[in-house]
């Protein structure tokens, strides 16, 4: 079954252990393929590295930035407050007595880089995702039990679907399907 490029989400293998899985991805990647996507119904220890994931995901920075802007807020609020909107001088303290804002700038924070962290991880995964191409590939439910796919994806610049479609029936698959838009 031939279908065109700008109608296909990809083209998925189905493999019946983690090992050919693994092998699969590594080949894929070693053939020059970058947009590869694997499912599996757990963790497999070396897949990110053999799919060419990375530790920079962006997150850090996300957070960072939560934190920062926690910190900022919860401080100034604390200043305004304190020696501007509403200035009580008790027992000759200052107005900016900032020893006295430290546990509330650090819990707001906590707080805000804790939220940031949330979002920016939802954000980044696409999430969340009631609906995904793959859903429709027979026999797709198995990769919550016992099967295990790897997707070429029709975004990736080497993706040619015939070509793709080879490559996968070459690593020795059960099945390879083609997987619409």
Do not use: K
């Amino acid at each position: 079954m031939s279908v065109e490029r700008s109608e296909l989400y990809g083209v998925i293998a189905e493999f019946t252990s983690p090992e050919e899985l693994l092998a699969a991805a590594r080949r894929a990647r070693a053939a020059g393929y970058r947009r590869l996507t694997a499912y599996s119904p757990f963790p497999i220890d070396d897949l990110p590295e053999a799919l060419g994931y990375s530790e920079g995901t962006g997150i850090r920075p996300i957070v960072l930035a939560g934190g920062i802007l926690g910190a900022l807020s919860g401080y100034l609020l604390q200043w305004w407050t304190a020696a501007v909107d509403y200035p009580i001088n008790v027992g000759g303290r200052p107005y900016n007595s900032w020893q006295a804002f430290i546990p509330i700038t650090f819990e707001l924070m906590v707080l805000f880089a804790s939220l940031f962290a949330l979002v920016g991880l939802l954000a980044l995964n696409g999430l969340p995702m009631p609906y995904h191409p793959v859903f429709n590939v027979p026999g797709f439910d198995g990769a919550t039990r016992d099967r295990f796919f790897l997707c070429i994806e029709a975004r990736d610049p080497r993706f040619e679907p015939d070509a793709a479609r080879r490559f996968l029936a070459s690593l020795r698959p059960i099945e390879v399907s083609d997987v619409p838009a």
